[in-house]
């Protein structure tokens, strides 16, 4: 077998429909385009989301609220998860490097601290952003924090 016989399995090709080739082939005149109207003359194209003149979806659902454009989302971590992962590595700088090796965030998320749970290490927490009760926690436990 070479390359130059190849040939695709039997049955798996069809032959693509020949329209507007005569009355004889079962596709002329019309040339399954129906009678008449835009979409039987050439050159047609909708319009996205045209409903043939119906009020379109987009327009008939009512629109509410706001959608601040300048929002920054951050990925949210309590300090008991920080605590849990420098006893399990035994960590001193917990940085977002670390928890992405760790699996808790991706590689473009920004971490924001949060303080539920309980801190009894002492830690160097570098991070986007920290709520006041993780502040007071990580320092009350004589670590300090670092806002990147």
């Given at each position: 077998?070479?390359l ?6 039997k049955?798996s090709v069809?032959?693509s429909?020949?329209?507007g080739?005569?009355?004889g082939?079962?596709r ?7 009678h008449?109207?835009a979409k ?6 909708r ?72 801190l009894?290490?002492?830690l160097e927490?570098?991070a986007h952003a ?8 990580i320092?009350?436990?004589?670590g ?5």
């Open positions: 077998m070479n130059n016989n190849l040939r695709p399995a049955g069809k032959a429909k020949r329209i080739r005569g009355q082939s079962g002329g005149g019309t040339s399954t385009r129906g008449k109207g039987s003359r050439s050159g047609y194209s319009k996205f989301g045209f409903e043939g003149g119906q009020m379109p979806l987009q327009r008939r659902v009512p629109k509410f609220g706001f959608k601040n454009i300048n929002r920054v989302e951050y990925k949210a971590l309590n300090i008991e998860v920080l605590q849990a992962l420098a006893e399990k590595s035994s960590l001193t700088v917990i940085e977002p490097e670390t928890l992405r090796e760790a699996g808790l965030i991706s590689k473009n998320d920004l971490v924001k601290i949060l303080g539920n749970g309980e009894n290490a002492k927490v570098k920290f709520s006041k009760s993780a502040v007071e926690a320092e009350a436990a004589q300090t924090v670092v806002k990147l």
